[in-house]
C-alpha cells in the first residue's frame, strides 16, 4: 500500500495549492480517505474526507469554505485545492485512508509573505 502526496510548497497567504494524492496496493475506489495535517510540536488534525465515490465530503470548521477534497477513482487519486490560503494553514500536509491505517509521506505546505 503507497499513498504519495505532491504539489505543496510556499505560497503568499490568500494564494491557491492544489494538492494531490496517488494511491497504489489496494482497491482505491473502495476506501474513504482523508486529508490531514501536523506542526512541529502538535498533533495531526483531520482536515478534509471524502466517500467511496465522493458523493459526499466532510471538512474541519478550520478550513470549510476554503478547502475543496475531490477525488478521481479511475486515476487512483485524491486531490485538496486549497484557497485563500492563511498563514495558520501553514503545516505538513498528510493524505490517509482511514479503512486501512495508512498515511502518505506528507507534503509540506506554507503561506508566508
Known amino acids: 500500500v503507497q499513498l504519495v502526496e505532491a504539489g505543496g510548497g510556499l505560497v503568499q497567504p490568500w494564494g491557491s495549492l492544489r494538492l494531490s494524492c496517488a494511491a497504489s496496493?489496494?482497491?482505491?475506489?473502495?476506501?474513504?480517505i482523508s486529508w490531514y495535517r501536523q506542526t512541529p510540536g502538535k498533533q495531526r488534525d483531520w482536515v478534509a474526507q471524502?466517500?467511496?465515490?465522493?458523493?459526499?465530503?466532510f471538512y474541519s470548521d478550520s478550513v470549510k469554505g476554503r478547502f475543496t477534497i475531490s477525488r478521481v477513482n479511475a486515476e487512483n487519486s485524491v486531490y485538496l485545492q486549497m484557497n485563500n490560503l492563511k498563514p495558520e494553514d501553514t503545516a505538513v500536509y498528510f493524505c490517509?485512508?482511514?479503512?486501512?491505517?495508512?498515511w502518505g509521506q506528507g507534503t509540506q505546505v506554507t503561506a508566508s509573505s
Open positions: 471524502i466517500t467511496i465515490s465522493g458523493g459526499s465530503t
Open positions: 490517509y485512508a482511514p479503512g486501512l491505517g495508512y
Open positions: 496496493g489496494f482497491t482505491f475506489s473502495t476506501y474513504a
